[in-house]
């Protein structure tokens, strides 16, 4: 007997919202007790400016969560303790590796009823994070929406976590229609599940053209430097001053460190989702398909997991759930690949499908260039420019964004004991550039048209390579226009990272 299709109430998603909240994210929480947590909130630029929150924080109560009552409260105040609790660690002239009772123990306790880790996932600063400024219109309108916390007071970070929810928006009622496409091909209902396809597949060119608008309020130098220290995690941050991760003082007596990854747009459902629906499969970043591990010969064999489904502990407990459900009765891809002969149209719908969720990978891969890739270059070219000894110093992540110009990053590399550098990882232990070109090109792997597969394995040819103005090569010389020799190494959301496709950072699609 097949296992029943999943209900979306039970797992807590919205046929409209999809996994925004139902309920709108409360502006303040309604119990006066909770006030103090709504004043730091709502200062929590000028004290971060001031250098004085982690005074502020120090001298709170620990206050208890018997007030908390509907799930909109508890998400309220998840979100507030997380931005607290980051520009807690973040704020000083060097990272804090404790977080005192006042914010550790309600945190500790509302993560547990939410089932989310004690820290800013992309829940607490999207999912929970936003409000329409009209009621009478759309969520999935950028116009249309504002954020309830922010770091640093800037249209930039606003903008940030906005681009995300107006995607989640947009892209929710594909939940519901793949569902049906799901039961349509249980029935052997071609031609419903045609009409499905057709739909995610606009929807999905609708998410595209929403994130490339990424670049309209949002500075790749402001989000660098101001924006992204505050959302790094505790994983992976020694050379950012965090080497063991942070303590959660819960006073217990018992407290050990502990360490967790930043926020990642891989921690949105709504994205695994359509992997999971289309039947892509993703393997660990270096795998290669088909290709035993140990055949790998002179590399390192790749992670033992699977960034995305590690990131799926950072989902709410009941998203990551309804994940798994959806693993367990997806055929679309079998159904299709079965109608291979005799449905041009089905193949022709589901290969589009594909097509478009690898154009928005393309897209995604072009922002964090700009925003990651690029400045990080910046900060290298000034590195360059100073004496050795500016070079070599070591500053945490927060401090370092906040230098002024001209102030060196630390470029020094590790190696092992064969002399070669390791390959330092960012954000969840994964490698960002890399990651990501896999991941897309995974996406079309499943193609069923040999058209598609000719059309989704093209190499684009870069301009200005070997024209005219580039010049010719001499032969036998490489003409070097995109690509670097060295590394550079910088400290990201989650340690250092270097820029040979090897790098770490946030934005994972």
């Known amino acids: 007997m097949l296992p029943p299709i999943p209900i979306l109430a039970d797992y807590g998603i919205s046929p409209t919202h999809g996994f925004l909240p139902d309920v709108l994210p409360l502006t303040r929480l309604p119990d006066p007790y909770y006030n103090k947590w709504e004043a730091i909130a709502a200062n929590l630029q000028a004290l971060i400016l001031s250098k004085r929150l982690r005074g502020v924080v120090d001298r709170l109560p620990v206050l208890d969560t018997i007030g908390l009552e509907h799930d909109a409260e508890w998400r309220r105040a998840y979100s507030l303790l997380t931005f607290m609790a980051h520009g807690y660690i ?72 906005l681009v995300s929810v107006a995607m989640e928006a947009r892209g929710a009622p594909i939940i519901p229609l793949m569902l049906t496409a ?90 695994q989702f359509f992997d999971i629906v289309l039947g892509i499969q993703h393997r660990p970043t270096g795998e290669k398909r088909g290709r035993p591990q140990d055949q ?50 089905l193949c022709i719908a589901y290969d589009a499908c594909l097509a478009m969720l690898r154009a928005l990978r393309d897209k995604h891969i072009a922002i964090v260039t700009r925003y990651i ?28 964004s906040r230098q002024p110009p001209g102030i060196a990053l630390d470029t020094s590399s590790k190696a092992d004991g064969t002399g070669k550098k390791d390959n330092l990882k960012g954000t969840g232990g994964t490698a960002l550039i890399s990651f990501l070109k896999q991941a897309r090109d995974e996406t079309g792997e499943p193609a069923v048209e040999a058209w598609t597969h000719r059309f989704m394995s093209r190499v684009i040819r870069i301009e200005g390579q070997g024209d005219f103005f580039a010049g010719k090569p001499e032969e036998g ?33």
């Open 296 to 345: 790998n010969e002179g590399h390192a064999p790749p992670p033992k997991h699977n960034f995305l489904l590690e990131m799926r502990k950072y989902m709410p407990g009941p998203h990551a759930r309804f994940l798994e459900h959806v693993q367990s009765v997806t055929n679309i891809r079998e159904f299709v690949e079965d109608k291979r002969d005799v449905d041009r149209p």
């Open 373 to 400: 890739v690029l400045p990080s270059r910046e900060v290298r070219a000034r590195s360059r420019s100073r004496s050795p000894e500016a070079v070599r110093r070591r500053l945490n992540l927060a401090t370092a």
């Open 90 to 161: 973040w704020s000083g002239d060097s990272p804090s590796d404790r977080l005192p009772p006042s914010l550790a123990v309600p945190l500790l306790k509302i993560s547990e009823y939410l089932e989310v880790p004690p820290v800013a996932t992309y829940a607490a600063v999207c999912l929970w994070n936003f409000k329409p400024l009209f009621m009478d219109e759309d969520i999935d309108n950028l116009e249309n929406l504002a954020t309830l916390s922010t770091f640093t007071g800037a249209i930039d970070e606003s903008w940030f976590y």
């Open 182 to 271: 799901i039961a349509a091909a249980r029935e052997g209902d071609a031609a419903t599940v045609t009409r499905c396809l057709h739909t995610f597949a606009e929807r999905l060119d609708d998410l595209t053209t929403l994130l490339v608008r990424m670049h309209e309020s949002c500075d790749p130098k402001i989000f660098y430097d101001r924006i992204r220290p505050f959302l790094a995690g505790s994983k992976n941050m020694a050379e950012a001053g965090l080497p063991l991760g942070v303590i959660y003082e819960d006073g217990s007596g018992k407290e050990e460190y502990r360490q967790y990854a930043g926020g990642s747009n891989a921690q949105s459902s709504l994205i």
């Open 477 to 509: 010389a490489g003409l070097q226009v995109a690509s670097q020799a060295e590394e550079a190494v910088v400290p990201g959301l989650a340690g250092s990272w270097t820029m040979d496709d090897d790098v770490g950072g946030i934005c994972y699609y």
